[in-house]
């Protein structure tokens, strides 16, 4: 059994659905779901006795003390996190509440948890805290990409969040001796992605007939990570991952933004054309950029590659035309999470834990 934290959101559904996929080992999710968590993600595990979802917020230590001694896991996977730049401008006290006091929380009921087991249970146990490349700060043009070695230098709210919250799992390794694990990714997509990052949103701005929004010169860089190649990754580091280590993972695509744009408008050209046969790329409108906004961004993935032996399976070619394709063919869910639809249903649909 494992225990997954966040499992409603983008990344943790998608890594719920992964595991569940390759074996049988049960999983026990946790998710607030809050704005960007939504049961939806999930259906295709309804009625599946692997899958037990349970809503509640990493804050709640009753919750989690309850959940662990009742469960038992041999690991638990964070990936509860605030975790949308603009929005912790605009509001960074829920990024400070969930991602380090929330952290915090949960660090203080799995040592609890994982000072009770004895002999193997004990040794074998695994908390792994997963974070992003943005820690790190921004990138020159001509630099050297991100390694595990590179200072921390966060320059937003949510970063700076993150970046507490890694330095909380660092102490409680060091201190306390808690068998840690920290993956830092950079920029992921695919499906299941609220439509608020850059990705879903300009495919469902573009079919909406709406402007594609480009900060400033959108020239700004990130590397670009399959979801599914992240969840695979952290499947490699709970496995084989040395205690105490960070890990970065990275796809190896450093693509501008307005490059992504203009890729996206070319495939959504190419499998669903305007009415008027003109290109999507016409709805591109650059705006003012967002204050603070990191230039670069670009991960060293040698080491997981060279120790695990990991490597991303998806080009960001292979990956882009697989995540458009998914949001053409699934409409509905974006409609329902950007209307808020789906919360309605889950409320008729759920109470506080379901199997």
Excluded at 92 to 108: C, D, K, W, Y
Excluded at 187 to 202: A, H, S, T
Aim: charged residues 20%; contains cysteine.
């Amino acid at each position: 059994m494992i225990l997954v934290t966040g499992g409603a959101g983008f990344i943790g559904a998608n890594f719920v659905l992964d595991w569940l996929a390759v074996n049988d080992e049960p999983v026990v999710n946790l998710d607030k779901l809050t704005y960007a968590g939504n049961l939806h993600n999930l259906d295709s595990l309804r009625g599946d006795t692997r899958h037990v979802f349970v809503q509640g917020d990493i804050g709640d230590q009753a919750l989690l003390d309850r959940l662990l001694v009742q469960y038992q896991p041999r690991a638990v996977i964070n990936f509860a996190a605030e975790s949308h730049v603009d929005r912790s401008i605009h509001g960074p006290e829920a990024f400070m509440q969930t991602n380090v006091i929330g952290t915090f929380r949960l660090l203080e009921a799995v040592r609890a948890y994982w000072n009770d087991l004895v002999d193997e249970a004990k040794a074998n146990f695994r908390f792994i805290h997963v974070s992003t490349d943005e820690v790190y700060g921004t990138l020159a043009p001509d630099a050297l990409a991100f390694t595990e070695a590179h200072q921390y230098q966060p320059n937003s709210p949510y970063s700076a969040s993150k970046a507490a919250s890694d330095h909380l799992v660092r102490a409680w390794h060091h201190t306390y001796g808690l068998p840690v694990l920290t993956t830092n990714c950079s920029n992921n997509y695919g499906p299941y992605q609220f439509p608020e990052k850059l990705i879903p949103l300009v495919i469902n701005n573009a079919l909406q007939g709406k402007p594609l929004p480009i900060y400033g010169d959108g020239l700004q860089v990130r590397d670009w990570l399959y979801v599914t190649d992240h969840c695979s990754a952290i499947r490699h580091v709970l496995a084989a991952g040395k205690v105490g280590e960070v890990y970065n993972i990275g796809g190896w695509n450093e693509i501008p933004n307005i490059e992504i744009v203009r890729t996206i408008c070319t495939l959504l050209d190419q499998l669903q054309p305007r009415d008027d046969s003109a290109s999507y790329a016409s709805q591109i409108t650059h705006v003012t950029d967002r204050p603070g906004h990191d230039r670069r961004y670009a991960i060293d993935a040698h080491k997981i590659e060279q120790e695990l032996d990991w490597k991303p399976a998806e080009t960001f070619t292979t990956g882009i035309r697989k995540t458009v394709q998914w949001y053409l063919d699934n409409a509905e869910w974006v409609t329902a999470v950007a209307s808020g639809a789906y919360r309605a249903w889950m409320a008729r649909q759920y109470t506080d834990t379901i199997a």
